[in-house]
T-cell receptor, first 114, second 112 residues
Framework: AQSVTQLDSHVSVSEGTPVLLRCNYS??????LFWYVQHPNKGLQLLLK??????LVKGINGFEAEFKKSETSFHLTKPSAHMSDAAEYFC????????????FGTGTQLKVEL | ETGVTQSPTHLIKTRGQQVTLRCSSQ?????VSWYQQALGQGPQFIFQ???????GRGNFPPRFSGLQFPNYSSELNVNALELDDSALYLC???????????FGSGTQLSVL
């Protein structure tokens, strides 16, 4: 079985400060890991994905995530938050070669304040 | 824009009724998945269709069923609606063999 745990349901940062959204995963197989973002009234958008090519993954809008097998973590970071980053973020796992059957975490609501 | 459109955007039904939700995918996306997102939760996998055949199902009862059509459209049908079926239903499509999913904006279903 596979699962992800997002350690914070809400994160609040000031504009221009770093963002850290934490995610731990559990998988019996070689996992593919993703971060998706969900803005209100918009579809889920893929930020980045890890599929074993490189442990540090760069995504869109300045986000990146580091896969740490020893810690079973896949935390999402951004050096400087922007107001437009305010949204719900989901850490997601799928079994490599398992098609597109994704298992989502419960989400982290990111708030960005002036 | 993801190229995936869902209709309707909002729907209100009564317990016991039946509902059909629709999704239109990009040309070439012959894999479509449906997810249920309850309030405050992450999306949960309902099932996936590939070339008009069900290709995997999550932990949902048989009253959740689907159809996929050759024109890259699909449907999610739910019979005997229950109050707990109230949720945002998301459709996601992809090219064959690719892990990147393109999500629609969803249908918000309320069961009263």
């Amino acid at each position: 079985a596979q699962s992800v745990t997002q350690l914070d349901s809400h994160v609040s940062v000031s504009e221009g400060t770093p963002v850290l959204l934490r995610c731990n995963y559990s998988s019996s197989y070689s996992p593919s890991l993703f971060w998706y973002v969900q803005h209100p009234n918009k579809g889920l958008q893929l930020l980045l994905k890890y599929t074993s090519a490189a442990t540090l993954v760069k995504g869109i809008n300045g986000f990146e995530a580091e896969f740490k097998k020893s810690e079973t973590s896949f935390h999402l970071t951004k050096p400087s938050a922007h107001m437009s980053d305010a949204a719900e973020y989901f850490c997601v796992v799928s079994i490599t070669g398992g098609g597109n059957k994704l298992t989502f975490g419960t989400g982290t609501q990111l708030k960005v304040e002036l | 824009e993801t190229g995936v459109t869902q209709s309707p955007t909002h729907l209100i039904k009564t317990r016991g009724q039946q509902v059909t939700l629709r999704c239109s995918s990009q040309s070439g996306h012959n894999t479509v998945s449906w997810y249920q997102q309850a309030l405050g939760q992450g999306p949960q996998f309902i099932f996936q269709y590939y070339r008009e055949e069900e290709n995997g199902r999550g932990n949902f009862p048989p009253r959740f069923s689907g159809l996929q059509f050759p024109n890259y459209s699909s449907e999610l049908n739910v019979n005997a609606l229950e109050l707990d079926d109230s949720a945002l239903y998301l459709c996601a499509s992809s090219y064959p063999g690719e892990e990147k999913l393109f999500f629609g904006s969803g249908t918000q279903l309320s069961v009263l």
